[in-house]
């Protein structure tokens, strides 16, 4: 007969996979070390933001999930049909995106999905997948003028005259008007109607709308990165998870192009076709 008790653990207290905590940890430090809110895992326990995970499959959506993690909470119905549809407009932009261009490039070149995945989101930097964070900034900067006396009008004119030359957020080398602009500003224009979000940055990205497109024959409208900066600054997101979630949600374009091109045979894609030679500098 076995001297293990019904639990498992050998007589002594000891793990049958090594010896108790105690005597690993003594003091903490490792444990302390690895500190997290964010969740807890033990041998029959996985919480998430302090909810066992058993309570969360099939009753929390994956924005939802997006938000708890990230905030600790999980979002009301509006607050998660606002963050949802900001996801879900910036999942792809074609191949002409390079961080999309890469993603098929990469898969051709026999490193899997993981790989090719990893190598076009490590291209969305502040040029390609930056502007959104950038301009998150940018509006915070107009509203800490506003509420210090300085009129909307003038406070969007500093800030954009301390700025870069492209101004984050505005403009589309593509588009005339980005076709994403309008229903994500209605959203969020209802959300703010009802209370649901403040709409101060609405404002302010109003304002620097106005201002691009004054005195201009063919003005400089928001394009994607302005308003989804919009509907995550609205809902309390820093400047920083801006990025984070434009991240997140190009990654599924990035994953489907990525799964696309390594079904179609190719090896080794390159920029451009075989056929085309590049320009010769003298």
């Not at 589309?172 to 209370?195: N, T």
Request: glycine fraction near 12%; charge should be negative.
């Amino acid at each position: 007969m076995s001297d293990s008790p019904a639990n498992g653990r050998p007589a002594g207290g000891a793990s049958p996979d090594g010896p108790p905590p105690d005597e690993v940890d003594p003091t903490g430090a490792v444990a302390g070390w690895w500190a997290t809110a964010v969740s807890r895992m033990e041998p029959g326990v996985i919480e998430l933001r302090g909810r066992p995970v058993q309570d969360l499959i099939g009753r929390v959506g994956l924005t939802s999930m997006i938000w708890l993690m990230l905030r600790g909470d999980l979002p009301t119905a509006r607050q998660a049909e606002l963050l949802e549809a900001a996801l879900v407009a910036a999942v792809d932009h074609g191949p002409q995106a390079p961080s999309i261009a890469v993603a098929r490039m990469a898969a051709t070149c026999g490193i899997g999905l993981n790989g090719a995945v990893a190598s076009a989101v490590n291209t969305l930097g502040d040029s390609h997948g930056g502007a959104g964070e950038q301009c998150v900034v940018l509006l915070d900067e107009i509203l800490r003028e506003e509420a210090a006396g300085t009129a909307l009008e003038t406070a969007a004119a500093r800030a954009v005259a301390r700025g870069p030359r492209y101004v984050p957020g505005f403009g589309h080398r593509f588009h005339p008007v980005d076709p994403r602009r309008d229903p994500l500003l209605s959203l969020v224009e209802r959300a703010a109607a009802d209370g649901v979000v403040p709409g101060d940055h609405l404002r302010a990205g109003r304002a620097v709308e106005d201002l691009l497109a004054a005195g201009r024959s063919r003005p400089v409208p928001m394009n994607i990165d302005g308003a989804t900066a919009i509907i995550y600054a609205e809902l309390g997101f820093p400047a920083p998870l801006a990025r984070g979630l434009f991240v997140l949600s190009r990654s599924v374009g990035i994953l489907a192009h990525a799964w696309e091109e390594s079904g179609q045979g190719r090896r080794n894609k390159g920029p451009i076709p075989r056929s085309v030679l590049p320009a010769h500098l003298a």
